[in-house]
């Protein structure tokens, strides 16, 4: 049997609705010898009697209500598969796989997920923590998205790296520890700290920071968790260096918690900067491409990283 026209399903229903053929042509907006036309060939192509016309009245046989229920249900179906491509292509609507290193703290992360709801709602965004290094393999792989990446990285093999935050590094010191105004490689050194493990941007920014002082200490615990290690500095275990972490979105309440500690900057400074890459293949993708923009809301950066940017993994 042939494919069925909507357009005839249409004007069956128009008939079952309106009782006549001659007001589901004015309701449709089609001739009635074009009405005739639509349910002769429903007919035809359904080998069944649909609609029997009185001299007042259409009514329906039995098989003409049955194709009426279905047909409605058929019309719904492909209205809502127009609304689904619509979404689609406006970026209203899909699944955008995205990773984030765990140096992305709660201080970013919660509000940015909220934010991306806000956005792009019908946008399912399915989130992994993985190290940078594993990121730029998956996006080369074609098995991720978009990525949250340690700056500096080299774009190439298909995978585009812009520029996105530049956050500072602060001294996380327990409420009850005396602190100077300013923390120093020296101070800190002298101090029970803790940090991410060696295999991190965090780790690696830290230990860059000591050797310009000429140092090398070693932290008392590694975790790679941010919101673990403040909860350490809380319960007095050490001092903690991490991002400062501000959203900087309007609605958006992303400031960071610092009940039970004390924040110091460091000095001299020291940033800890993020980019966002993504395939260069997927660059016209709608739902990519509205997770991208999202993304960008929390940008704090505005130019990309210089091409010649060695690797840093995290």
Do not use: C
């Not at 290193?101 to 909220?114: E, K, R």
């Not at 230990?207 to 941010?226: I, S, T, V």
């Amino acid at each position: 049997m042939r494919n069925l026209n909507l357009d005839q399903v249409q004007t069956l229903i128009a008939i079952a609705d309106l009782k006549t053929l001659a007001a589901a042509a004015q309701a449709l907006h089609l001739a009635p010898p074009t009405v005739s036309l639509h349910i002769s060939e429903l007919e035809s192509r359904l080998g069944a009697t649909l609609v029997v016309r009185g001299r007042r009245q259409a009514s329906l046989t039995a098989a003409g209500q049955v194709m009426v229920d279905a047909g409605r249900r058929l019309l719904a179906a492909a209205d809502e598969a127009v609304e689904q491509v619509h979404r689609r292509a406006q970026g209203l609507q899909g699944v955008v796989r995205l990773a984030t290193t765990a140096g992305v703290s709660a201080g970013l992360l919660p509000p940015l997920m909220q934010w991306l709801a806000q956005q792009s709602p019908g946008v399912d965004v399915k989130l992994d923590v993985l190290s940078s290094a594993e990121s730029m393999a998956r996006l080369v792989a074609g098995t991720l998205d978009l990525a949250i990446v340690a700056l500096p990285q080299a774009s190439g093999s298909g995978v585009q790296v812009d520029a996105w935050r530049s956050d500072p590094m602060v001294a996380l010191v327990p409420a009850a520890w005396p602190a100077p105004p300013q923390v120093t490689p020296q101070w800190l050194a002298d101090q029970r700290w803790m940090s991410f493990g060696p295999a991190t941007q965090m780790y690696r920014l830290t230990a860059g920071w000591f050797a310009q002082a000429g140092l090398n200490p070693r932290p008392r615990m590694e975790l790679n968790h941010p919101l673990a290690l403040r909860s350490l500095v809380v319960a007095g275990h050490g001092v903690a260096v991490l991002p400062l972490e501000q959203p900087g979105v309007a609605g958006i309440h992303g400031e960071q918690d610092t009940a039970g500690l004390q924040v110091r900057p460091l000095h001299p400074p020291l940033l800890r900067e993020l980019g966002l890459a993504r395939r260069s293949a997927d660059a016209q993708d709608p739902a990519i491409l509205a997770v991208w923009r999202a993304l960008d809301t929390f940008a704090n950066v505005a130019a990309p990283p210089p091409p010649s940017h060695r690797v840093v993994q995290a």
